[in-house]
């Protein structure tokens, strides 16, 4: 009983560090990677819950495109094309590799190709600008194409990695039409070319189902990948059960997200153990300044808002420091972002505390938010209470309902009201502040503000400007400064990625927004293949938890 209590007083203590120290007799480590499991065992079956954009990330692993997002200094790796040469600032060419299949075994061809981009060119996704740039595609053999874009847009090669191709009667019968989320998995079947098939369930943002069901592609061209056999995806669960799930039973979670005041919890779990690394996904959280709490719209009371909140105490006590403080909404872990944050001063406008009074006491504002950030916005509350904030919660367990009312507040077709929104951002546009900075496009259902003709002009500059040049640094710092100016959200820390894991299970999180579902392996002593029931003593001794540095892959 003492040695429990003095593990868990040296627990408390360490989880405020930036690196978890704890006494080596305490735990054991993690030798998963000594009993890896062979691939594709026919019975390997993985649990997962994806609170947080869940059509994106199950879409990564169920499609594939000319190019992937991937940890490293590009942000991309080569999936269905082996080369590419990008002739001036309008053309590419791109290189197929060679006999690659659609998941029905369906030989994928050059016609597939133009069939597949010319239906994209009508049918863009709407959360970049490519629905406004033309360009031709262009044969050139039956292994080479050719793609002019008829305008400057430097964002192209990375908006490729999101353009998936499907067989055609796929397209002509289901309409992948691009929205403001993802549409690349709205019914199951093998209609698609990544490692995983969607076999049950659908996930398009603004509808999904509760649980998906994806099994290995035998056709992906990668043969490394997938590793494990069949996936079950969990959409929305209340975060409490869930973690219950994860820590207190075998063969119920495998992998999941968590509250960062929820790490002590799976420290101590027989069943899991905690995995922590650097992230560039984001926490945003929106001021309604469409038809929320009128005195929003005053520019004075939302920097109150942001001036009150302070970051440091948020980062050590509501984030146990799995994060940094940041000056913007956009992540300090942006290298472009912490380039402009360390070069650039600040010259905002402080408010005396009496003028913070002044201007928030009083102040009611409805807060529309999954379950799983209450941790932030009661840390959030605490401060915001000894100005006279008070805070009234409507709280949900699924994305799903985030969505339909802030993807339709621009338009005052939400059916909420609501005043301040939180959105789980992970970075799905990859190293590319973009993730955040789209949400300023007031044309564009994810704005929740009002006209910025300056803002805008920003915007239509970063398009076309060329990544690591100086007018690149220039304009990013260009639109943080007017968003901070504007105090457009209410600013917290920057992020730590934060995973509760079984075991028995080996995953090396990347750094944004991906969960690569295909690098996933088991151990051999996994619930779902080995040989006895019973999971073995000593491998239930709690495991020391482990802080991926996110070294760049080459």
Do not use: C
């Not at 692993?61 to 940890?71: F, K, P």
């Not at 019914?187 to 509808?207: Q, R, V």
């Not at 990859?430 to 900075?437: D, K, M």
């Not at 220039?474 to 901070?484: G, S, Y």
């Amino acid at each position: 009983m003492f040695r429990l209590l003095f593990l868990i007083l040296i627990l408390f203590n360490n989880l405020f560090a930036t690196s978890i120290i704890v006494p080596a007799f305490e735990f054991r480590e993690d030798d998963s990677k000594n009993r890896v499991a062979k691939n594709l065992h026919p019975k390997s079956h993985i649990n997962i819950f994806l609170p947080s954009i869940p059509y994106s990330y199950i879409a990564k692993s169920t499609n594939a495109g000319l190019i992937r997002s991937y940890d490293n200094k590009k942000g991309w790796v080569y999936d269905l094309a082996k080369s590419h040469k990008r002739v001036d600032d309008y053309t590419y060419i791109f290189t197929l590799r060679d006999n690659l299949k659609f998941q029905n075994g369906k030989n994928f061809t050059m016609d597939d190709v133009l069939y597949n981009l010319e239906f994209f060119k009508k049918n863009p996704f709407l959360y970049t600008n490519i629905d406004k740039v033309d360009f031709d595609i262009i044969k050139l053999d039956e292994r080479r194409f050719k793609i002019v874009l008829k305008q400057k847009y430097e964002m192209f090669l990375t908006d490729l990695a999101r353009v998936y191709f499907y067989t055609k009667e796929y397209i002509q019968k289901f309409k992948p039409v691009g929205k403001e989320t993802g549409t690349a998995n709205k019914i199951a079947g093998a209609f698609g070319m990544g490692p995983y098939i969607l076999k049950e369930g659908f996930a398009i943002g603004d509808e999904q189902t509760e649980k998906l069901e994806l099994v290995a592609n035998p056709y992906y061209w990668n043969k490394d990948f997938p590793k494990v056999k069949r996936i079950t995806v969990y959409t929305q669960l209340d975060i409490n059960d869930a973690v219950d799930m994860i820590t207190k039973k075998e063969g119920k979670l495998d992998l999941m997200p968590i509250p960062f005041n929820k790490k002590l919890e799976v420290l101590l779990s027989k069943y899991s153990k905690l995995i922590i690394s650097k992230s560039t996904d984001n926490f945003v959280i929106f001021f309604n300044l469409i038809n929320g709490n009128k005195k929003l719209k005053n520019q004075k009371v939302r920097q109150a808002l942001n001036q009150a909140l302070n970051q440091e105490n948020l980062l050590n006590f509501v984030y146990k420091k799995e994060g940094k403080v940041s000056d913007f909404t956009a992540s300090i872990n942006y290298d472009i972002v912490n380039k402009i944050s360390n070069k650039y001063k600040l010259n905002d406008l402080k408010l005396k505390k009496e003028e913070l009074h002044k201007l928030l006491d009083g102040l009611e504002l409805k807060v529309f938010t999954q379950d799983r950030f209450m941790f932030l916005f009661k840390g959030i509350e605490f401060q915001l209470k000894k100005y006279g904030v008070k805070l009234i919660y409507d709280i949900t367990t699924s994305e799903k309902d985030i969505y339909k009312q802030l993807l339709n507040t621009n338009t005052n077709k939400n059916t909420k009201p609501w005043d301040l929104l939180i959105w789980g951002d992970d970075d799905w546009y990859y190293q590319n502040p973009w993730t955040v900075f789209f949400i300023y496009e007031t044309n564009g259902a994810w704005s929740t503000i009002n006209k910025d003709e300056k803002m805008q002009e920003y915007i239509k500059e970063f398009f076309i400007t060329k990544k690591g040049t100086l007018e690149y640094e220039q304009i990013v710092r260009k639109i943080l400064f007017r968003a901070r100016d504007m105090a457009y959200t209410l600013r917290v820390p920057s992020l730590n990625k934060v995973f509760a894991v079984n075991k028995e299970v080996i995953f090396k999180p990347y750094e944004g927004g991906i969960i690569p579902l295909w690098e996933i392996e088991i151990t051999k002593e996994h619930w779902s293949i080995r040989a006895d029931k019973e999971y073995k003593s000593h491998l239930k001794k709690a495991i020391k938890p482990k802080r991926v540095n996110n070294e760049i892959n080459k």
